[in-house]
C-alpha cells in the first residue's frame, strides 16, 4: 500500500495520526494544527495583554518543557508582547527533582529566558524527602500540593509577574473532573467548577492559567518527540501510590475505547451551574493570619501542615481529627517555624533570578 499523504496539506507525507482528531498528517502540519489550536485557546479566552509579564511553571516535564517552547514561538509569531520567565520549584526530591533541575536549566538557555528557582527547603523549612520520612507515602502528596500551589505564588510574587501559566492539559483537567464526581455528591459543584476553569485568581493572588487546556497529553508528546525537546520523563519517586492514579488509568480506558472522551468529561464540567443559594453557603475568602496567603480559615492549609509537621503531629493538617487533636496540645509555641508572610509586591521588579552560566 502506497503511503498516505497529509490529509491537510495533500503533498507531504503523512507521519502521524492525532489522537484528537484522527487525521493522518506531516509533521509539519501537526506542529502548525498544535500551535494554532493553543494559540486560538489563548486568543478566545483572553489570557494576556501586551506587556504582562508571565512565569512558565517549569518542572523540566515534557508539559511545562512543551509549554514553554510553544509560548516562545507564539509569542514571537503573534506578537503578544509578553514577558517570559521561567519559574521552577524545587521540592527537595533526591534522585528526582534535583535531576529535573538540570533540565530546565538547560531549557533556560535554549529558550533563552530568565529562571528563577525556589526551594521548599528555603520557604517552608522542609523538604520533601524530610516530609516523607514523618508521614510515610500514603499522604505525601497532599503536602506537596499544598505546598507547591503558595510555593508558585510567592514564586511569581518575587518575579513581579502579572501571570502564572502551568502545563496542565486535557488530560489532567478530565482526570481532576473524575476525582472530583464524589465531592459534586455531596454538594461541592463550586470546586468542580474551578477545576474546568482556564484562568482563576484570587484577590490576594496572581492569575494562573491552563493554555493547553484543551491539548491531549498524547499529542504533547508527540510535538516534544518530533521537535526533538529537552525534557526529564522520569516519574516523581513519590507519587505511584497517590489516588490521582486511579483516575489516570480509567480515563486511559475509556479513551481507548472513545477518543472524544477526554474532551467530553471537560465540557461536561463546564456545564455544571452553581446556583446563587450554593455560591451563598460557600465559606468566605479570607487571608491567613499567620502567613498572609489566602484561605478559607483562620490559617491555611499550608500554615496548618507546617505547624504539625514542626510539633511532631504530621497529620494533623490532614483530617478534622487530626486537628483536634493538634488544638489539645494548647497553642503554638512562639519559636515555632512560620511561613514568610505574603504580599503581591506592587512597584518596579526585579528580585532574584538565575541566569545561564
Known sequence: ?????????????????????????????????????????????????????????ASGGKDSTVLARVMKTLNERYDYGLELFLLSIDEGITGYRDDSLETVKRNQQQYDMPLKILSYDELYGWTMDAIVSQVGRKNNCTFCGVFRRQALDRGAAMLHVDHIVTGHNADDIAETVLMNIKLVMRGDIARLGRCTAICTQGEDTIRRSKPFKYAYEKEIVMYAYFKKLDYFSTECIYSPDAYRGHARVFLKELEAARPSAIIDIIHSGEAFEVREEVKAMQRVQQTCKRCGYMSSNDLCKACTLLEGLERGMANAGITDRGRKQLDLQGPAPDNLRTIPFFKIPSGNPIIAIETAS
Do not use: W
Open 1 to 57: 500500500m502506497a503511503p498516505r499523504t497529509c490529509a491537510l496539506c495533500e503533498n507531504a507525507k503523512a507521519m502521524l495520526k492525532r489522537p484528537k482528531t484522527g487525521q493522518q498528517i506531516c509533521r509539519e502540519c501537526f506542529f502548525y494544527v498544535f500551535e494554532t489550536e493553543v494559540h486560538n485557546t489563548i486568543t478566545q479566552s483572553k489570557l494576556f495583554q501586551p506587556g504582562d509579564r508571565v512565569a512558565i511553571g
